[in-house]
């Protein structure tokens, strides 16, 4: 497994794919039998190891292309494979993890119960489930906490327990819908920082959909930039910004940060030429 400590993964072509999009359209019939096109022509490769953030305006389509990497829609046309594998059989065998905004705790489990969770529903025994928990408690920073319950924790730490509950099964990619959207700036900041530590040391691809340009080009190898309903791929912008290590809190103070927020902000406005070749650090 690639690992984001050293120089980001961004070159596909030299293994199989995280995630491959081909030609994808997505369109939902209304209740009054309306056609409404969500996604259209959409082709994307996220390479293992590999962190892309989704971003665009509200209707866009990029939740509702996570949903599909998911396998919780359907493409109604075209082509998606996770590793190789269509979704659902991707879905079936654990390939990824989930994180939505809400982190969605079960308020009468402890977080150790909450992160063992999907271990329980999978039959693994209780002495694997509890070295693994141990193992993400470590990783999130919560081996305090093992036995409190959702209610005694901040919101940022409730967040932790669910990407840590998404690691449980040792996923080779995170799948991660504005996770930090309800925290307050300074506790999105340090979240931020935390997931990339995380996803240095396990070496997992994210997909992450989110509305913040700063949030995007601070976690991201690329950004991918989506245009208003039909959500198509407006641009894509690699963010050459160094590793997980080298983004710490000083980046957002750089020349080269606020250079690829600009660059993101103007492909949004659709202000920029089509095929932006990516951004440097000063």
């Known amino acids: 497994m690639p690992q984001r400590g050293g120089a980001r ?11 491959q999009v081909t030609g994808v359209d997505k369109i939902f019939t209304t209740k009054k039998k309306a056609t409404v096109t969500a996604l259209e022509k959409i082709d ?34 075209g082509t998606l494979t996770v590793f190789g594998k ?49 193992e993400l408690l470590g990783m999130v920073g919560l081996g305090d906490f093992a036995d409190n319950y959702p209610d005694q924790l901040s919101g940022g730490m409730q967040q932790r327990v669910a990407i840590a509950r998404a690691l449980a099964e040792s996923p080779k990619l995170l799948l991660m819908d504005e996770p930090f959207g309800a925290l307050d700036e300074m506790t999105r900041e340090r979240m931020q920082t935390e997931l990339l530590r995380i996803c240095g040391e396990t070496g997992a691809a994210v997909v992450f959909v989110t509305h913040s340009i700063p949030e995007a080009v601070y976690l991201s190898d690329r950004v991918v930039v989506m245009s208003p309903r039909p959500g198509r791929i407006r641009d894509i912008l690699p963010v050459k910004l160094g590793s997980a290590e080298e983004r710490g809190e000083g980046l957002r103070e750089e020349a080269g940060f606020f250079d690829a927020v600009s660059k993101v902000r103007e492909l949004l406005h659709g202000e920029a030429p089509v095929g932006v070749k990516g951004v440097e650090n000063r």
């Open 9 to 19: 993964v961004t070159d596909a072509s030299t293994t199989e794919a995280a995630v």
């Open 44 to 77: 994307l490769t996220v390479a293992p190891g590999e962190f892309v953030s989704l971003i665009g305006p509200s209707g866009c389509g990029k939740s509702t292309l996570l949903r599909l990497i998911a396998d919780l829609e359907t493409p109604s046309t």
């Open 86 to 134: 269509t979704a659902r059989q991707a879905r079936i065998d654990q390939e990824y993890g989930i994180a939505f905004q809400q982190a969605g705790l079960l308020p009468w489990r402890t977080v150790r119960g909450n992160i063992e969770l999907p271990l329980e529903l999978h039959k693994v025994s209780p002495q694997a489930r509890r070295a693994r928990s141990d």
